[in-house]
């Protein structure tokens, strides 16, 4: 063989190991990569099957167990029993509300990985595998607390105008209560009055409102009247609240022993026809016409004198306050205090009813002095001490931050608060 054919050929079999050992190479790598690809397909299987937790919820119903309801949201029964004695550890099972919501949380294989009780809007009843049993704790709802102005305009009730902007009912209880003492919410709103406060709002993640905390200032307009209040806490720590010029709201008693939706069917007369005994005689009271149920406050803080069933009366409770004044709450369907009992200003002490001479569900109430009875409609109500002189710098800038967060008015009123600038008092009212 001539030397050229020796070189080609060497040169040859050179040229295809050198293929050979590439196409090794190619073929290595790509296993490698393949290799590398199924273990991180697997890897990503085996994260997606421990993190990826996929809940169907369930609105409780009422009177069904814990863990009847655990089985029939497809949870075996022993499972079921053990997820409820883990939890009865953390938690009052009788404590369960219907329409409360369960939540069971499972694999994308469908193995259990936790279940959620809602116990209330701030907490949570979480059951989770642990090694071979079951751990249960209850989480707080992750919240926050935001200072607000809210406002609204009033056409049927103050309840009514609350929610139509966007709040819970709490706060119309809250916002009757600071103005109790000055209208009385059963009777005095009107068509277009309006409100405006300033609150505190614990809210969730979600942008829902759980809670609210403190009032700082409100606003209630009827008509051409304006009636304001700003919450104010002195050096001492005690806290109530003021007018813009410094007088404190409270009063010896509340304007209706009911905050609202009762309107007076009866007024304080020396000469009614009664309806059941068709006879007229003094009704020395005022008739709220208020629906079965509703409670009733006393109007100011006292002692339980009487509380039972007294003839005509019906269920009565009779309170004796530290003025010399007594009142008297009648025809009630429950009474909740007893005798001897000291009661505070707001306090619910019964619920209306039609018990004794009634002809239909609402409140008789009266109030006494010296053994007469007054006309509550036109009793005045003393106010309790104003800002003090010492104090006024701290509250005028307490007032002054608490208004600058109103929102917008609903319209134009002529405030009382507004007709003059509050001034600071001449001398100290302690």
Known sequence: MSRARQIFWAGFLLLAAGFAAASYQVRFSAERVLARNRSAAQGEALRLEQQIVRFSAYTLPKGLAFAASLEDMGVDRPTAVRLEASAQSVFDLRRLRAGNQLAIGRSLWGDLREVRYTI???????????????????????????????????????????????????????????????????????????????????????GETVSYGRILAAEYNRGTRSYRAVLF???????????????????????????????????????????IL????????????????????????????????????????KVRHANAYTTYYMHL??????????????????????????????????????????NFEKLGLPTADPISKRNWPAFAAARDRAFALMPPPEGDHTSVAESRQPRAPVSSAR
């Open 333 to 374: 369907s429950r009474v909740l205090v007893r005798n001897g009992q000291r009661v505070e200003q707001g306090q619910p002490i019964g619920l209306v009813g039609m018990t004794g001479l009634s002809t239909g569900p609402h409140l008789d109430f009266r109030i006494e002095l010296g053994g007469r009875f007054l």
């Open 233 to 275: 806490r002195d050096a001492s720590g005690n806290q109530a609240y003021f007018t813009p010029e410094g007088k404190q709201m409270k009063k010896a008693f509340l304007a209706s022993p009911l905050k609202f939706a009762a309107p007076i069917t009866s007024h304080f007369s020396y000469h009614r026809f009664h309806p």
């Open 120 to 206: 209330d809007p701030e907490h949570v009843l979480s059951i989770a595998p642990q090694g071979g049993s079951f751990h249960s704790e209850i989480e707080a709802i992750a919240s926050h607390m935001e200072t607000v102005g809210v406002g609204g305009r009033i056409e049927g009730s103050l309840f009514e105008a609350v929610t139509d902007a966007g709040e819970n009912p709490q706060l119309a209880m809250r916002l009757a209560g600071i103005f109790a003492f000055d209208l009385d919410f059963s009777t005095d709103p009107r068509p277009g009055d309006t409100f405006r406060v300033v609150v505190e709002k614990k809210i969730l993640a979600n």
């Open 278 to 317: 068709k006879e007229y005689r003094p009704h020395l009271g005022i008739d709220y016409g208020a629906p079965m149920g509703a409670p009733v406050q006393t109007i100011g803080d006292g002692r339980v004198i009487f509380a039972g069933l007294k003839g005509g009366d019906g269920n009565l409770v």
